[in-house]
Nanobody, 125 residues
Framework: QVQLVESGGALVQAGGSLRLSCAASGRIFSINAMAWYRQAPGKQRELVAAITKGGNTNYTDSVKGRFTISRDNAKNTVYLQMNSLKPEDTAVYYC???????????????????WGQGTQVTVSS
């Protein structure tokens, strides 16, 4: 069994900063790509940023230059540093891991497309 737990969401004024964290728990020995998505009220969930196991990153255009995704493989944790926040960044932010390998009792167990429960980010104008 694996779990992704996000933290760091808050209410912040426009122009402010937040750092989101997402920690994976379980008998984990590997995690492939990780990503942050967000979903604003009445809108579809969208990819915000992604990072490969090796550290290659990509961002949606609206956050380029303002957000930075990073990961600590030893801690099974991915971060999203968000600067110069805008009201349109308001959303629930979700962490995703595309494939997590865990130690089973007799053989490895792999989990695909694992999601966290989400953390609310609200940016006031």
């Amino acid at each position: 069994q694996v779990q992704l737990v996000e933290s760091g969401g808050a209410l912040v004024q426009a122009g402010g900063s937040l750092r989101l964290s997402c920690a994976a728990s379980g008998r984990i020995f590997s995690i492939n790509a990780m990503a942050w998505y967000r979903q604003a009220p009445g809108k579809q969930r969208e990819l915000v940023a992604a990072i490969t196991k090796g550290g290659n990153t990509n961002y949606t255009d609206s956050v380029k230059g303002r957000f930075t995704i990073s990961r600590d493989n030893a801690k099974n944790t991915v971060y999203l540093q968000m600067n110069s926040l805008k009201p349109e960044d308001t959303a629930v932010y979700y962490c995703n891991a595309d494939r997590i390998g865990t130690q089973g009792y007799s053989s490895p167990i792999f989990y695909a497309d694992v999601w966290g429960q989400g953390t609310q980010v609200t940016v006031s104008s």
